[in-house]
């Protein structure tokens, strides 16, 4: 009796350990992420880039647009990614405005895009201290901007709060992807370099 009981008890503890040893696999959907991350920061980029004067970059398609037939139509054969709501889109006008403002600091070294999708403030030199402070202003309103956006867009994608940080990690990709050359740019690693 003894031994069945103990042979019970050594099942019941190893089945409790596991299944406390199992872990809970969340669906992130990577792909739409990563195409939402590109239509919105295009769209920052471009917006910004009006305000200052530029020419926006254009992209161009490596591949012709083809006409096909289907009996089923195309709105109906693709998955809707596009993601907005009045949040985001508020969010996307103030980025567009920071960007704007932060373009020449940008090019001049003083700040740089992070590898979370973040703007740092990398060297203040050559900045008086009424310069200094109001980059400094600008880029934590930029960054809480930044924050903003990437919950979200967790938000209307229906993902959980607690992988904000791999929708940072996509739209970092994006804006490092997007910034213009002499733009200093952190790597995966954590170092710092000028975008060629």
């Known amino acids: 009796m003894r031994k069945r009981y103990a042979l019970g008890m050594t099942a019941a503890v190893g089945l409790t ?30 917006k910004a880039a009006e305000k200052v004067g530029q020419e926006p970059v254009k992209k161009l398609s490596a591949l012709p647009k083809m006409v096909s037939f289907s009996l089923i139509p195309a709105a109906y054969a693709q998955e809707e990614t596009t993601v907005s709501n009045p949040a985001i889109r508020t969010l996307k006008d103030s980025i567009a405005n920071h960007l704007a403002a932060m373009m020449p600091s940008f090019a001049a070294g003083n700040i740089g895009l992070t590898n979370k999708g973040l703007v740092e403030i990398r060297d203040e030199a050559g900045l008086n201290l009424q310069a200094k402070a109001a980059l400094r202003q600008l880029v934590k309103e930029d960054n809480g901007d930044r924050m903003k956006l990437y919950a979200e867009v967790a938000k209307a994608l229906n993902i959980e709060a607690s992988q904000i940080e791999r929708i940072q990690k996509i739209f970092a990709e994006n804006w490092i992807k997007s910034a213009a050359a002499g733009w200093w740019v952190q790597q995966e690693d954590g170092a710092w370099v000028r975008k060629t």
Request: proline share 3%; charged share 15%; with cysteine.
């Open 17 to 46: 350990f596991v299944l406390a040893c199992i872990t809970v696999n969340i669906y992130f959907p990577e792909a739409t992420v990563r195409q939402v991350a590109e239509e919105i920061v295009g769209e920052i980029q471009q």
